[in-house]
């Protein structure tokens, strides 16, 4: 069974950076796209990052572009996202997904908080 195990999260100060991982298995990695959104309390999740099955095409909300950089390691089955220059608005559990026949796979999420 498709399984996404994300870890990396913590508190950090405001302009302090945190690098995800999120490891996956129980499909085939790298013909798949990948995603990673976050959920703010009190607000609806939102699409973060996304990387083409081969790593070439990526694309980020306005919100972090600059900022957070999204990478793959196809032979270790696993997602990055690398978070810089990160703000108090950047708090919010953060997930891994993927799309497999239209069906939505997800993680159990990790925390970000960042606080001075």
């Known amino acids: 069974q498709v399984q996404l195990v994300e870890s990396g999260g913590g508190l950090v100060q405001p302009g302090g950076s945190l690098r995800l991982s999120c490891a996956a298995s129980?499909?085939?990695?790298?013909?798949?796209?990948m995603n990673w959104y976050r959920q703010a309390p009190g607000k609806e999740r939102e699409l973060v990052a996304v990387?083409?099955?081969?790593?070439?095409?990526?694309n980020y909300a306005d919100s972090v572009q600059g900022r957070f950089t999204i990478s793959r390691d196809n032979t270790k089955s696993t997602v990055y996202l690398q978070m810089n220059t990160l703000k108090p608005e950047d708090t919010a559990v953060y997930y891994c997904?993927?799309?497999?026949?239209?069906?939505?796979?997800w993680g159990q999420g990790t925390q970000v908080t960042v606080s001075s």
């Open positions: 997904n993927v799309a497999i026949i239209s069906v939505n796979y």
């Open positions: 129980g499909f085939t990695f790298s013909t798949n796209r």
């Open positions: 990387i083409s099955s081969g790593g070439v095409y990526r």
